[in-house]
């Protein structure tokens, strides 16, 4: 692990030393309170976001693009974190968790920052978030292979026309989804991609939009199934509920189940 356990800046600030991450090391951010260090584009195994005295909202302008472990982000004191101010791509090779701070996909209006993680996505405290102005097909895309859960924190979009949080699940084998007590503001919205099998179990999905694209599959575990609207059944989102008939639905709880109204 290499702590850098200072602000950063430039001029007088230090960098953050061009090395190579071998698998396994862990850069570990600790010590910024209002200057993002330089030579944060580095290919990384393990990145640690955990700056406790951060006052400041910090702009990393697109400069984080390959993490081939796991990301983690535990605080961003009173400040955020901004992956993007025009617009990126994130790979994690790992998972990426969350359990404080502020992380914002894209500050900027009409651009589109993306996630991809081939691991699993968590958060049980801080803020994950999308604020700008998205445009459309533009917004913060979570395009995931593995599980998700939401087991307390916030999923919150700003609900400026058109902008959108997107978790896409892409995975090649089941994907499970985990909620709990966390909060979805505005457009946090689902896709079950063509391929995928996203399984529910009995949880509860709340947010946006919620879509199983044609190919795709959900297991359901809900004992009042899917519905098309309302707060019953294992989709309870406030904005559109589209269940493909291209799609797969398996119903598999551990009590007497209805289809619901959205089959």
Do not use: H
């Not at 692990?1 to 800046?9: K, Q």
């Not at 030393?17 to 030579?39: D, K, Y």
């Not at 007590?181 to 063509?194: E, L, Q, R």
């Amino acid at each position: 692990t290499y702590d850098y356990n200072r602000n950063g800046g430039t001029g007088t600030g230090v960098p953050l030393p061009t090395c190579t991450w071998s698998s396994g090391s862990t850069c570990l951010i600790s010590g910024i309170t209002a200057n993002v260090p330089s030579n944060i584009g580095q290919s990384f195994s393990n990145f640690t976001w955990n700056c406790t005295s951060q006052t400041a909202s910090l702009q990393l302008a697109g400069g984080l693009t390959t993490v081939n472990g796991n990301f983690k982000m535990t605080s961003t004191g009173t400040g955020d974190v901004i992956i993007s101010s025009g617009g990126s791509t994130l790979t994690i090779g790992g998972n990426y968790s969350q359990t404080g701070g502020t992380l914002t996909g894209s500050s900027s209006n009409y651009t589109t920052e993306t996630f991809n993680i081939s691991g699993n996505f968590s958060i049980s405290g801080g803020t994950f978030q999308q604020v700008g102005n998205a445009g459309t097909n533009a917004g913060f895309f979570v395009k995931l292979t593995g599980n998700f859960s939401a087991t307390a924190g916030s999923l919150y979009d700003n609900g400026n026309p058109n902008a959108k949080i997107e978790f896409d699940f892409n995975g090649t084998g089941i994907q499970t989804f985990t909620g709990g007590s966390y909060t979805a503001s505005n457009d946090i919205n689902y896709v079950v991609t063509n391929g995928a099998t996203l399984s529910l179990g009995t949880q509860t999905v709340i947010g946006g939009d919620f879509t199983v694209s044609s190919g795709g599959t959900l297991q359901i575990g809900s004992t009042a199934g899917i519905t098309s609207s309302g707060s019953t059944g294992n989709v309870q989102v406030s904005g559109t509920r589209s269940f493909s008939t291209g799609g797969n639905y398996t119903y598999n709880g551990s009590a007497a189940q209805v289809t619901g109204s959205g089959l």
